[in-house]
């Protein structure tokens, strides 16, 4: 299990000191894929970061299966840091080693015998898909070959827990796709605890379970991805499930729902039945329907018409299916 408790990360900008972590709380629990959302400058790359201890905390802790590594001296800490693998938005690879080399490196750093790491590294590029490029160079991959490649260098030490920092973000739709189902079929084989950093709904909607949404260094909430996505409680969040976009509360026109779809209503005649049952008509703006957990749900924004009675009738129809509805920008009903 991953704690971190009341942490903070502060840098110098000049003579200033900013917080670009600032009294962060979470759990993450063993075998979980949690998912760590935010736009640019939210400070989850370097939440992340303090999680290996790749950056410091300035204060709290940071515990992984109830062990402080703040605390730990430098060698106890190295020895611990093997157990945390790290996958990167731009790959990392050594381009002057093959595939193979790249897989075997940090097995050389541990001082493992040649035999055994040649062993585990093609027990990887198995895992992976990769085994009929074991000879190539990085230069000769495609990128989700690469991130394959990363992947598969993350878990040469057996770790417990990988951490994914914007690991698809480089990668079209498709490779991202194909890779997150690696790391969830890597889940579920290995029980391995996977932390995702992302700016990608998309990528939450996939694979996480769990997901935690930053702001301005800050945890603006957390909880299910399906407590989130139906009810979204920060602006941010709200923001990033938007079907319209980040700035879309404010580009929307006056008298707007947003309403949020869960299995069976998802694939439901809503809209044509409560055109029928409320006698009105309303116009519908966007919508789209996601996969979450194996499981369909739905969005749209409708805009309602001017009418109060109108609007009460319609109300009234959503609250009598269960159908969850709010206003863009506020809370939900």
Do not use: W
Not at 253 to 265: K, S, Y
């Amino acid at each position: 299990m991953i704690e971190l408790k009341n942490l903070t990360k502060k840098f110098k900008v000049g003579k200033t000191e900013v917080a670009a972590v600032d009294d962060v709380s979470l759990t993450i629990p063993d075998g979980d894929i949690y998912g760590i959302i935010g736009f640019s400058g939210a400070g989850k790359s370097t939440l992340v970061r303090c999680i290996n201890l790749l950056e410091r905390p300035t204060s709290g802790e940071v515990l992984v299966d109830g062990v402080d590594l703040t605390k730990l001296p430098r060698k106890q800490l190295l020895a611990a840091r093997k157990k945390i693998g790290m996958i990167f938005q731009q790959f990392n690879l050594l381009a002057q080693r093959t595939v193979e080399a790249n897989v075997r490196f940090p097995l050389e750093i541990e001082g493992v015998p040649r035999a055994q790491a040649d062993a585990r590294v093609a027990e990887l590029l198995a895992l992976v898909d990769l085994s009929d490029k074991a000879k190539s160079y990085p230069a000769q991959l495609s990128g989700g070959q690469k991130q394959r490649v990363a992947i598969a260098r993350a878990l040469a030490s057996q770790p417990q827990i990988i951490l994914c920092d914007e690991a698809t973000s480089a990668l079209d739709p498709i490779t991202t796709s194909s890779i997150l189902d690696l790391l969830k079929s890597l889940n579920r084989q290995l029980g391995v605890t996977i932390v995702v950093i992302t700016h990608e709904m998309r990528v939450v909607e996939q694979i996480c379970n769990h997901v935690a949404v930053m702001s301005g260094g800050r945890i603006q909430e957390q909880g299910t991805v399906r407590d989130v996505f139906l009810h979204p409680a920060s602006e941010t969040a709200r923001k990033l499930i938007h079907p319209a976009g980040d700035d879309a509360p404010e580009a929307l026109p006056p008298n707007t729902l947003r309403l949020a779809f869960t299995g069976e209503e998802s694939g439901a005649p809503v809209i044509s039945d409560m055109t029928l049952q409320c006698d009105v008509m309303v116009n519908i703006l966007s919508a789209n329907t996601e996969n979450i957990g194996g499981k369909p749900f739905g969005q749209m924004l409708i805009q309602l018409p001017d009418d109060p009675a109108a609007v009460q009738r319609i109300e009234e129809y959503l609250a009598g299916r269960d159908i969850t509805y709010e206003v863009p920008g506020k809370g939900s009903e």
